[in-house]
Nanobody, 125 residues
């Protein structure tokens, strides 16, 4: 059974940074995208960034371009998300996902069949 576990959430002051980590286990379906999303209660899940296993190519949502970096370590089956210049609007549950891919990655949640439980990030002003 594929499992993803996120870590690194917590409370941070506005203007600060965070680094989230996701570990995937039992994923044996070959080339893939790992992605980060976030969700606020009552709002639609929002894609942040994705990264492809074979060449490390990345895709970012417009709202995080320039202040976010996604990276991965295939040997450890991990994908990290670093975000800077945080504001209270970044407060959300942050979730990691993985899905089969043969090339370009995106942040369409319906492309990802496997999800973690999430890690909460709270940004205070």
């Amino acid at each position: 059974q594929v499992q993803l576990v996120e870590s690194g959430g917590g409370s941070v002051q506005a203007g600060g940074s965070l680094r989230l980590s996701c570990v995937a286990s039992n994923y044996t379906y070959g080339s893939n995208c790992m992605a980060w999303f976030r969700q606020v209660p009552g709002k639609e899940r929002e894609g942040i960034a994705a990264i492809y296993s074979e060449d490390g190519s990345t895709h970012y949502a417009d709202f995080v371009k320039g202040r976010s970096t996604i990276s991965r370590d295939n040997a450890k089956n991990t994908a990290d998300l670093e975000m800077n210049s945080l504001t209270p609007e970044d407060t959300a549950m942050y979730l990691c996902a993985i899905g089969r891919s043969y090339g370009l990655c995106n942040v369409d949640q319906y492309q990802y069949p496997y999800w973690g439980q999430g890690t909460q990030v709270t940004v205070s002003s």
